[in-house]
């Protein structure tokens, strides 16, 4: 119960930050698939504020990733998109809830498939690469997003919490000891 208050407490207070804060029109590429044949390039950089479905895995909202999506034909003629994004978020430690930083690190290739396409056994078995089934346009912010949220580790925490009453596993007191020494000692 006293996790749930405290990121409920957590979201509201991003909600205000994210209201107050211009926000930038996020970036769309009109056609996927030309992008990629064209060899074009597009980088930049989102502020975590605008990428809604981190928030609630995070600290706070402050900062920025920056990207970089670059489109290639692959030897078959295949659309190809490589993209890698980096920064640093801090993310919310499972065990003392304080904020714990985590290095972005995306780097990705990207198979553009249409929409609704079969994908061979073979084309599935592949894991130099991933496919995005994309209809034409492509909502690169809604991309980046979805590569960090699969780069995020499950349960993220601390090697040690600084809080008390957080220490490893190994560290915590065995009650049955305490409860053992108090019984060998006169009152
Ligand atoms: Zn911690």
């Known amino acids: 119960m006293k996790q749930n208050f ?3 407490w957590k979201g509201k207070n991003n909600i205000i930050q994210c209201l107050s804060r211009n926000s930038t029109r996020l970036k769309r590429i009109s056609d996927a698939f030309a992008f990629a044949r064209d060899g074009r390039v597009l980088e930049g950089t989102f502020a975590i504020c605008d990428l809604k479905r981190l928030h609630d895995l995070l600290t706070e909202l ?4 920056q990207y970089r999506l670059e489109g290639f034909n692959g030897e ?9 994004v980096g920064g640093v978020l801090p993310l919310v430690c499972k065990r003392c809830l304080e904020s714990v930083p ?17 994908l061979s056994q073979d084309e599935l078995e592949d894991d130099t690469r991933d496919f ?18 699969l780069a995020l580790p499950v349960a993220p925490r601390h090697e040690k919490c600084g809080l008390p ?23």
């Open 165 to 187: 009453g957080s220490a490893e596993a190994g560290e915590r007191i065995n009650p049955f000891a305490v409860l053992s020494e108090l019984k060998g000692k006169p009152n």
């Open 102 to 118: 985590f290095d972005l690190d995306v780097d990705n290739l990207l198979e553009l498939v249409p929409e609704g396409a079969d």
């Open 132 to 149: 995005l089934p994309v209809v034409r346009e492509l909502d690169v912010a809604e991309l980046v997003e979805d590569e960090i949220l």
């Open 62 to 65: 402050d900062g920025e990733v």
């Open 76 to 84: 078959r003629g295949e659309c190809l998109l490589h993209l890698t």
């Open 6 to 8: 405290v990121l409920t």
